[in-house]
């Protein structure tokens, strides 16, 4: 007898050292109270909007058969044939452009949307996701492409990055939307300024919220009617949505210098690093 209870506390011991060990309860999934709340954020927050407005982006057919986005550089005579300003056709100042906002903190944390309008009356819509050529060539390259087929769709996944949609711009404005065009001419504050005027700091809004009882709206986003051209500015009277032309410094600033100043100011007053 006692040999088979020695047995049997040896097969037992062993069973426990050869068991498998415990494993570790499953990541819980997230409720639909946990999404939704995710919703409810993300729907609070407010947003940038960002017009690019008078770009000078057209076409061209070269002698070789190709198309070309024009410019001054390149296109020299082609202008003087048609009796067209040379100096008008920069689209190297929407590439600047663009290159600071999509490189921008601002829109790497979602609270930026850019659209382009041409002289031509053309309205683009940016994706946040889309990565503007580094190169100039590259760039125009794009654009020739984006005027001829529309649309331009990522190579995986399928996400449409530029498209052309219809006019006009104020029907993608969001409900209670502020405007403002930047113009040398308008009335000059600094960015700062602006920047605390036009949008809440993260823990102002979060008080606000709680003395508002969980309004989902939040703060009203905000527009900004920026001028792509070579000369010229932004006029009030070609966009009735428009508040105040404003400027943010006392000098004449070229596009993309007054986008770096204003998204900067945003992003400190939002606390985006």
């Not at 729907?43 to 057919?61: N, S």
């Not at 070269?62 to 056709?89: A, P």
């Not at 819509?125 to 654009?143: A, I």
């Not at 102002?204 to 309004?215: I, M, P, V």
């Amino acid at each position: 007898m006692s040999d088979n209870k020695e047995k049997t506390s040896r097969k037992r011991q062993k069973m426990a050292k050869t068991a498998p060990p415990v494993s570790t309860p499953l990541e819980i999934a997230p409720s639909a109270d946990d999404e939704k709340a995710a919703k409810k954020e993300q729907r609070g927050q407010q947003k940038i909007i960002v017009l690019l407005d008078k770009a000078r982006m057209e076409t061209v057919k070269t002698k070789k058969g190709n198309f070309e986005l024009m410019n001054c550089d390149d296109h020299r005579d082609i202008c003087k044939r048609n009796k067209k300003d040379h100096s008008q056709y920069r689209p190297d100042i929407i590439h600047q452009e663009l290159l600071a906002l999509m490189d921008s903190p601002l829109n790497k944390a979602g609270r930026l949307k850019v659209y382009i309008r041409t002289e031509n009356n053309v309205l683009i819509d940016v994706d946040p996701s889309v990565r503007v050529p580094r190169t100039f060539k590259r760039f125009c390259g794009l654009m020739v492409q984006l005027l001829h087929k529309m649309k331009i769709k990522a190579s995986t996944g399928g996400v449409t990055l530029l498209r052309v949609v219809k006019n006009p711009f104020s029907q993608y404005l969001p409900a209670g939307v502020r405007a403002y065009g930047l113009s040398a001419a308008g009335k000059v504050y600094s960015p700062a300024a602006v920047a605390r005027s036009l949008v809440p700091s993260a823990a102002a809004a979060a008080g606000s919220e709680e003395d508002g009882g969980g309004d989902d709206a939040g703060p009203p986003d905000v527009c900004f009617v920026i001028g792509a051209m070579a000369s010229g500015s932004i006029l009030k009277e070609d966009h009735p949505f428009v508040e105040e032309m404003i400027g943010i410094s006392e000098y004449s600033l070229s596009g993309a210098s007054a986008i770096n100043r204003l998204l900067g100011s945003i992003e400190a007053q939002w606390g985006i690093v």
